[in-house]
Structure formats: C-alpha cells, structure tokens
C-alpha cells in the first residue's frame, strides 16, 4: 500500500487521505500539520489550503504517520533522498586551475614514498593517483564549509493538493495509464502493472499493445478472460509473464509455464492465428521458436491454429506478410498497388505517406486515399503525421532516429521535398479529422507557460520525474546560476560516470566544454572528478549564465567506466537555478527544477539543452537522447560532432506543442458550462468538476 500512495503522490502530486478519522485532541493536528508544511518547504513542496485544512482536522499521530511517508516520496521525487557531497569541498569557490590540480596531486604522490615507489614515468596513469577520484571529505564537512541556503522568492515550490482515498486515486492513475493513447516509458509500465494487481476494473478501451500486456498478465493469473486480437499480443503477454519486455525491443528468456497457463496462452492464440495474421510471425521470428518450447503446442490438438504459429516461425508454413506484399509492390515501382493494400490499414497508409507521395506518380490518388484513411487511424498517428508534414517544406539540418530505448543517430536528409500544396492539402484534412476528435473544452483556460510544450507523442524514452516534458518541449530558464548534476550508485562493479557540458556558438561549432578534463572557464566550474560510486556519487556543473560567451549548453553525462545506466543501483541526472545572492550547499532540492533517472541503452546521455536567444533570455529544450558512445572511456571531446548533429536537428525541428491542440479547441468553440484548464500545475481556484490537464496527465488530451 505504501508503494501506491507514493505512486499517487509521485505521479499526481496529490496526498491521498480519504475517510482518515478527525483528531480527538484539538490543536495537535494542526501543529502536526504546519510541522509537516515547514518540512515540506525545506524542499521545494508545499501543502494547498485544501491539504492541509484536511491535515489539521486529523489526529497528531496520523498526520505525523503520514507526513514521513510524503516527505520520503517528495525527497525521492526531487533527489533529496541522497547526500550529494563534491569532490572539491568549496565548489564551485576555489576550483583549482586543472594543470594546477593534476601537478598538486602528482607531487603528493612524489613526496610520499610508498606511492611514489608505484608512481613509474613509462607507465604513469594520472586516474591512479593517490587522491584521485574518491572523496577526500566527509558530507559533515562540506555542510560545514557551506553557507545556508538564504531563500528567495524565486525557488521553486511545488504545491501538493488534497487527494481523495488511496484506492479512488490508485483507480484514476491505473485508467489514465491504462487509456493513454502514447505508449508508456518504462517507469509507467512498472507502475501499470503494480496498479492492475490492485484495481479490480479496467477501462473499455486500452489502446496501446504494450498496455495490453500488462493487463493481461494480471488477467492470466486470475483465470480471466484474455484481451487479445493478434498474435503480436499473445507473444508480449508471455514476454511480461516472464518477467522481459512486453515492447519486443529486447530478447527475453521465457519460463516454463504451468499447464494453465499454456492452455490459456494457445487457447487465445488459437482464437487470433487466422491465415491474415499469421504473416505477423515471421517479424519476431524467434522469440516465438523459444516460445514453443516452453508452450508445447503438441500436446493440443484442439487448437490447430496455435500450432500453425509455431510452424510459420519454423520455417515448416510459408505466408506473405502484409508488409511484404506492399514493400513488393512499392519495390516494383506499382505505387498505386501499394496505396490499394494499404488501404485496408489506415493507419500503415498514414505512417507510409511521404513516402507514397514522393514515388507516385500521381499525388491525389495518394491524398484521396489519404482523406479516406484519416477517419480510421488513431489521433496519435494524425498527430504524428502533422508534426512531420510541417517539417518538410524547409531544409533539416538532419534527419534524427530514435528507438524505443532513446538512442539516437543522425544522418543527412535526402528526400527529395514535397510540394507545398501537396502538404496544404494533406494538414487541412488532418487538422479537420483531429478537431472533430477533440472533446468540447467548454470554458477553455489555458496558462501560457504550458504553449510551448511538446505533445507527447511517445513517452518511450522519457522517464518520469520532477518537471519532466516531453522531447522538444521549450520552458524558460529564470536564473542568474544554472547548476546540474549526476548521482549515481553503482550495484556490482566499479562504476565512473562524468558530467560534462559542451558548449557552441549560435552555428553549432567553436566547441569548448567543461569536464574531468577541462575543471572551468571564464563562466563555468566542475565540482570534480569520481571514479567510485560504492556509496554513490555526486557532480556538479556550474554556469553563470549572465557570463555565458555561448549561446548554446548542452550537458552529457559519460560512462567512462563500468555499469550502464539501467545497470546501476541508481542514476539520475538534473538541473537547478539559483540567483547569484543565494549560497547553500552544491545541491539544494528547493532549487531543483528537473530530476529524472538516466536509464537508456547508450553510453552517453544527452538529457536537454540550454539555449540563450536573440533577446538574451535562456531556454531549455529537452531530448531524452542517448548516444551509442564505446564500451569505456567515454569523453565528451570524443562525441562532439555526434551530438552537436543530434541536438542541432532537434533545435530546429518544428515540434507539435500543446499551443497547435489550443488553437483548434479554442476554433471548435463550447457548447458546454464545464471548465477545461491545461497548464504546468494545476490552479487552486477551478470550478468543481474541472477538467485538468497537467504535463503528468497531457496525454489524456490526445484524441483517441
């Protein structure tokens, strides 16, 4: 229970209380309450009047109880729940001139003769140093060596809202999981299945497959019908049973199931594997050859069409697959045969249109097909496909890949561009589709702080935490110091992480960068370089952003040695703002402004990037990227050109914001006496029975 109310209080920054009894001592849940408040400030969180009215009515003891449980899940949320110590102890005062450093250590090691016994000029390695890499200080120390933080108006505060109980609230996150029309980052996954253990109903529609799989796992285990309609479901269903990746994008060992679960398993199976769909097979081949050993589809012969799964992935029944009957064609230069298959799956039409418009020879066949398809595709795909034709009328720097683990790469961008009536013709149709989805936003209030962000199309790659959006999303930056860092745990082995920054001039070259190699200069200072995290590790970047001489920042965290980022205990990275009056420690949780956890499958993380404009103000962009880099040794002058191709593509990619769906809301019109708020946070002082979109519950405003 406890790992659903921080899961509440996490995700929806709501405090669930329900039907707690009232307080028989009058005053001691109030004092309880304003303690817990004052706490909560310390760290950047606050209670509404609604919270902590609700607190102050309950028994000292309960709210005590509860108290220690949401300052624990805010602390986690905000990266608070670890000491942050810095190798230099006056960071970012008295950071020493590199050159400086490294001879001071050196001598160190030269005037003490058991290390320099060790220390041999042909086989010198600076890393090995005495000294080098591990904390020379205590965390009582550089508390002691720090001023205290002096608060001011600008820090962030994060206002927690009264929730209602655990179990109505656990329900609303589980449907809104369930129902999200994007797929879900890995984090939300985990959440999904840990919700659908404990909710005993579920929404009509779940939309997205890997969302289906973890429904069904629970259904599975109850003995309840499964929610299958491809064969593609039973093979994730038995991917999440396993304990593997109910996406596919990585292979997974499967278990051996009891006799139950086989029958079920090939029951549906058999119920889906008509000759139509078993062209979807050969796409994961082999997944589903280890599949059949563990299931035994010999043993039921009452399911005949279970069987012939198995036998498609052996090679023993040949099919064609529906791609591969339309890749034929388009192959065979027969674009017209193409758009004819392929009207039959709207939203594979959707998805193929540039293509189909830049090899057909007549485009309003493929624009009728088009019109025709739009009405039988998902919002997401509409909303996809529109960001992508409002990109191809200009010239990209580059074309960006990104799969489903947030690794990147970049390439030149070849296709030959679209005519600009073409693309006309091709939006109109899809912003009419998209605005007849939207629902009646009655009266329409909106805060223009959430304009600018990006619609989350795909959450894959993007883990959840404090004021987290979604890949190309814009926010202010309001600050005289920019301040982040990395913390990371390493589970088994030696582990060496290394916050960098890589800093460009307003054409993406003239690159310097600030990292173990390069401590500071004339506008940024590095807290200092570890290469052992058995007890975790802290970095800290340093920007006076006034002094900045380049308009474009771009932090990466390099794995330099050891565990990758999903490999280690823990490892998150984010950023604070300060005003240049404020001392404190190297990390203050009520000056956070970001915090997530790195989790992709690359070597070098590319979280955001820090961009000044014309008018001198500083933006954030976020890109939840992560570079290939080398098993070890990773150095941020190593993948310069790499991710200044990869952010500059993301720059100046033209997103699709939450200001496009406000636009047509707002065209559509109201025919209705509710209220619709979209904003960062919600408002205190909305109607009852709003409808509130926050960056947490944004994809609930993607059309089905």
């Not at 030959?416 to 605005?435: G, K, Q, Y």
């Not at 600050?479 to 082995?493: I, P, T």
């Not at 006076?544 to 050891?562: C, D």
């Not at 404190?584 to 070098?604: I, N």
Request: with cysteine.
């Amino acid at each position: 229970m406890d790992n659903l109310e921080s899961l509440v209080i996490a995700r929806r920054l709501r405090v669930p209380i329900g039907d707690a009894p009232t307080g028989s001592h009058q005053g001691w849940g109030e004092v309880a309450a304003r303690q817990l408040d004052a706490a909560l400030l310390s760290v950047g969180f606050k209670c509404s009047a609604a919270l902590l009215d609700r607190l102050a009515k309950l028994r000292g003891e309960t709210v005590v109880d509860l108290g220690a449980r949401v300052l624990a899940a805010v602390r986690h949320l905000v990266g608070d729940h670890v000491q942050h110590n810095a190798y230099f102890l006056n960071f970012p005062r008295n950071v020493p001139d590199t050159v400086e450093f490294w001879v001071g250590l050196l001598r160190e090691a030269l005037l003490d003769p058991v290390a320099a016994a060790r220390v041999q000029p042909a086989t010198l390695n600076l890393l090995a140093l005495p000294g080098y890499g591990r904390y020379q200080h205590t965390y009582a120390d550089l508390l002691a060596a720090h001023a205290e933080l002096m608060p001011l108006a600008g820090d962030r505060v994060t206002v927690l809202d009264l929730g209602a109980s655990l179990e109505s609230e656990a329900r609303e996150l589980y449907f809104s999981l369930a129902r999200s029309e994007a797929p879900l980052p890995a984090e939300d996954l985990a959440a999904l299945r840990t919700l659908a253990a404990f909710c005993t109903d579920e929404p009509e529609r779940i939309p997205v497959r890997e969302n289906r799989a973890v429904i069904n796992e629970v259904r599975l285990a109850t003995g309840r019908p499964l929610l299958v309609d491809t064969v593609t479901d039973v093979l994730r269903l038995a991917c999440g049973c396993s304990g593997g990746d109910v996406t596919l994008a990585t292979s997974t060992r499967f278990r051996s199931f009891r006799r139950a679960e086989r029958r079920a398993l090939l029951q549906a199976l058999d119920a889906v594997a008509s000759p139509a769909k078993l062209g979807d097979v050969p796409r994961h081949r082999e997944p589903w050859k280890r599949l059949g050993e563990r299931l035994h589809p010999h043993e039921y012969p009452r399911f005949p069409r279970a069987a012939q799964v198995f036998e498609v992935a052996r090679g023993v029944r040949q099919v064609r697959g529906f791609d591969s009957r339309v890749e034929e064609a388009l192959s065979g230069g027969r674009t017209g045969d193409a758009v004819e298959l392929l009207e039959r799956a709207p939203g594979a039409l959707l998805r193929r249109l540039d293509h189909l418009l830049r090899t057909g020879t007549d485009p309003g066949i493929v624009l009728e097909a088009a019109e025709k398809a739009a009405a039988g595709a998902s919002g997401r795909v509409l909303l996809s496909l529109r960001e992508h034709l409002q990109n191809r009328l200009g010239l990209a720097s580059g074309r960006v890949f990104v799969n489903r683990r947030g690794r990147a790469w970049a390439t030149a961008d070849a296709r030959s561009r679209l005519e600009e009536d073409v693309v006309a013709r091709a939006v109109a149709v899809l912003d009419e589709e998209i605005t007849r989805r939207l629902p009646d936003p009655g009266e329409l209030i909106v805060d223009p702080e959430v304009l600018d962000v990006a619609l989350p199309l795909s959450g894959k790659a993007v883990a959840p935490g404090l004021g987290m959006l979604p890949r190309g999303s814009l926010s202010r930056v309001d600050g005289e110091l920019l301040r982040f860092f990395v913390h990371w745990r390493q589970a088994e082995r030696r582990t060496d992480y290394d916050l960098s920054a890589l800093m460009l001039d307003a054409s993406y070259g003239n690159a310097e960068h600030v990292s173990w190699t390069n401590y500071g200069n004339g506008f940024a200072e590095y807290s200092g370089d570890l290469t052992d995290a058995a007890d975790g590790a802290s970095e800290f970047i340093n920007i006076r952003l006034a002094q900045a001489t380049r308009p474009i920042i771009i932090p990466q965290v390099n794995i330099f040695a050891g565990e990758a980022f999903d490999e280690a205990a823990e490892a998150f990275f984010g950023y604070m703002i300060r005003e240049a009056a404020q001392e404190g420690m190297p990390f203050e949780p009520r000056t956070v402004r970001m915090k997530s956890d790195l989790r992709g499958a690359g070597r070098v993380a590319l979280p955001l990037v820090f961009l000044r404009g014309d008018d001198g103000a500083w933006q954030v962009k976020w890109l939840h990227l992560y570079l290939k880099g080398h098993p070890g040794f990773n150095q941020v002058e190593g993948n310069r050109v790499t991710a200044s191709l990869l952010v500059r593509s993301i720059v100046e990619r033209d997103h699709l914001r939450v200001r496009y769906l406000v636009d047509l809301l707002r065209a559509k019109g109201s025919a209705g006496e509710h209220t619709t708020y979209i904003g960062l946070q919600a408002s205190a002082d909305l109607p009852e029975g709003a409808r509130v979109y926050t960056p947490a519950t944004l994809h609930e405003l993607i059309p089905a």
